[in-house]
């Protein structure tokens, strides 16, 4: 019984449509998406019949984005009571090549009571914090811990550096006094 020659994988971009979940499950650097597989980077897709999955082997090396339960840093960029937006640009140690997304729910700011994300963070700050969840690429982020928050922020009066002065913050130009939800680390925070 002459075997079937094996097919050679296909070359593929992120972006990619691999199939559909009814026929596989998505495997390593594939994600779903209303029930159509894409390839999540530069590769070669292969599937397997016997586990139902289809998979993207990089081409170039994996690429690096958040993971749950991963550290980040990033920026706040848009806030409202509920939520804040954050450019996710810090994986670890490692300066991320790609733009990443994360929110932040006010549930997921503190362990005690927080009414407004405001009362917590503002635009421009720097915060470090814990990916919880991934989905479709956007980052669900936590800040509840000591160690996780703000690393960095600037006044909101005049724009000057703030810096810890016992728990306050206090603006080394105007002596404008803010409230953060900042990590235990704030100011000596290196990436």
């Known amino acids: 019984m002459?075997?079937?020659?094996?097919?050679?994988?296909?070359l593929v971009v992120p972006g990619d449509e691999l199939g559909v979940?009814?026929?596989?499950?998505p495997g390593e650097n594939v994600y779903e998406k209303e029930g159509v597989l894409y390839a999540q980077c530069v590769g070669y897709a292969s599937p397997?019949?016997?586990?139902?999955?289809?998979?993207?082997?990089?081409?170039?090396?994996?690429?690096?984005y958040p993971r749950e339960g991963d550290?980040?840093?990033?920026?706040?960029?848009?806030?409202?009571?509920?939520?804040?937006t954050i450019r996710i640009f810090g994986l670890g140690k490692k300066i991320l090549s790609g733009i990443f997304t994360g929110t932040l729910h006010v549930s997921e700011v503190s362990k005690n009571y927080t009414e407004s994300v405001l009362d917590a963070f503002r635009p421009g700050d720097i915060v470090r914090a814990r990916v919880i969840n991934v989905k479709n690429r956007v980052c669900q982020l936590s800040t509840v811990g000591k160690e996780l928050g703000a690393v960095y922020a600037l006044?909101?009066?005049?724009?000057?550096?703030?810096v810890l002065k016992g728990r306050n913050l206090v603006c080394k130009v105007c002596k404008n006094v803010e409230r953060r939800k900042f990590a235990e680390d704030y100011g000596g925070a290196r990436i």
């Open 155 to 162: 006044c909101t009066k005049c724009g000057g550096e703030l």
């Open 21 to 25: 979940i009814e026929e596989f499950f």
């Open 71 to 84: 550290i980040v840093y990033g920026q706040v960029m848009d806030i409202t009571d509920k939520v804040a």
């Open 48 to 64: 397997n019949l016997r586990s139902k999955t289809v998979s993207v082997k990089p081409a170039l090396g994996t690429p690096k």
């Open 2 to 10: 002459a075997s079937k020659p094996r097919e050679r994988a296909k």
